[in-house]
């Protein structure tokens, strides 16, 4: 067995609802994937009416489980993020989605831009998010090979083009303290991704990519995949709009 990279300083935080046994599934692989890779801090938030202690009792005992009570149908990501990085002191923070895996060199690459002042944000992909599809999904699941996605990207869409913002994230815990972490009023299914990245390029944060892809593991949507409601819709995309338009000195002057 290959030596694991050594991401001692680094906490890979995933907050999570299991809609579907489908996503159960994906969030096991992705964290099969970084624990086979990586020796990093892994901490799950699940947030649900009720704790039926299935994904808690499924999880690696290496990953530190957390589970919040919460009666609301809208999953509030950007909420239990920053209840996530309030929670850990690591040096570097991984904002990790359920469903995502990503090869470890690119891994490799993204801590170590963070760890030489390279940059204070790195996305471990080049931009391409590729959907696996349901077929290509069972397949890896199968087998969880790397090689299996990496030689049938010509089969998969990218269905947020090649210059995707969200998915997996890495950034100096105290860059993201500066920028005040995550955007709240972002709630539900919206385009905090890319109002996130242009905040931090307006407020002058370093920000740059790893080469290679990454892989979305297709799951079922429900009301949290989309807009639940116009008046939601019309109001994300305010705030990103307004973010587009502001100055850094603007932006900060909105921190708590």
Same mark, same amino acid.
């Given at each position: 067995?290959?030596?694991? &990279?050594?991401?001692?300083?680094?906490?890979?935080?995933?907050?999570?609802?299991?809609?579907?046994?489908?996503?159960?599934?994906?969030?096991?692989?992705?964290?099969?994937?970084?624990?086979?890779?990586?020796?990093?801090?892994?901490?799950?938030?699940?947030?649900?009416?009720?704790?039926?202690? &299935?994904?808690?009792?499924?999880?690696?005992?290496?990953?530190?489980? *957390?589970?919040?009570?919460?009666?609301?149908? &809208?999953?509030?990501?950007?909420?239990? &993020?920053?209840?996530?990085?309030?929670?850990? %002191?690591?040096?570097?923070?991984?904002?990790?989605?359920?469903?995502?895996?990503?090869?470890?060199?690119?891994?490799?690459?993204?801590?170590?831009?963070?760890?030489?002042?390279?940059?204070?944000?790195?996305?471990?992909?080049?931009?391409?998010?590729?959907?696996?599809?349901?077929?290509?999904?069972?397949?890896?699941?199968?087998?969880e090979k790397l090689s299996l996605?990496?030689?049938?990207?010509?089969?998969?869409?990218?269905?947020?083009?090649?210059?995707?913002?969200?998915?997996?994230?890495?950034?100096?815990?105290?860059?993201?303290?500066?920028?005040?972490?995550?955007?709240?009023?972002?709630?539900?299914?919206?385009?905090?991704?890319?109002?996130?990245?242009?905040?931090?390029?307006?407020?002058?944060?370093?920000?740059?990519?790893?080469?290679?892809?990454? *892989?979305?593991?297709?799951?079922?949507?429900?009301?949290?995949?989309?807009?639940?409601?116009?008046?939601?819709?019309?109001?994300?995309?305010?705030?990103?709009?307004?973010?587009?338009? %502001?100055?850094?000195?603007?932006?900060?002057?909105?921190?708590?």
């Open positions: 067995m290959k030596r694991k &990279i050594d991401l001692t300083d680094t906490a890979f935080l995933i907050p999570v609802r299991i809609d579907s046994v489908a996503r159960l599934e994906n969030l096991q692989a992705s964290i099969r994937s970084i624990i086979r890779y990586t020796n990093a801090y892994v901490k799950v938030l699940e947030a649900s009416r009720y704790n039926n202690h &299935i994904l808690e009792n499924m999880l690696d005992p290496a990953v530190d489980y *957390f589970y919040v009570e919460d009666h609301d149908i &809208i999953f509030h990501r950007t909420h239990y &993020i920053n209840v996530l990085v309030r929670q850990c %002191s690591c040096r570097h923070i991984v904002i990790w989605d359920a469903d995502v895996i990503v090869p470890p060199r690119q891994l490799q690459q993204a801590v170590s831009m963070l760890r030489n002042d390279v940059c204070d944000v790195v996305f471990p992909y080049d931009g391409r998010f590729y959907d696996t599809t349901r077929i290509i999904r069972e397949l890896y699941l199968e087998s996605l990496q030689n049938n990207v010509g089969k998969m869409p990218l269905p947020y083009g090649s210059d995707m913002g969200g998915g997996a994230i890495f950034i100096k815990r105290e860059k993201f303290d500066y920028a005040d972490g995550e955007d709240e009023r972002f709630y539900g299914w919206g385009p905090e991704d890319w109002n996130r990245l242009e905040k931090w390029k307006r407020i002058g944060l370093k920000i740059g990519r790893a080469a290679g892809p990454l *892989f979305h593991l297709s799951h079922p949507k429900d009301l949290n995949g989309g807009h639940s409601l116009d008046l939601q819709k019309t109001n994300t995309f305010y705030l990103l709009r307004k973010t587009q338009m %502001s100055s850094a000195k603007e932006i900060l002057q909105q921190k708590k």
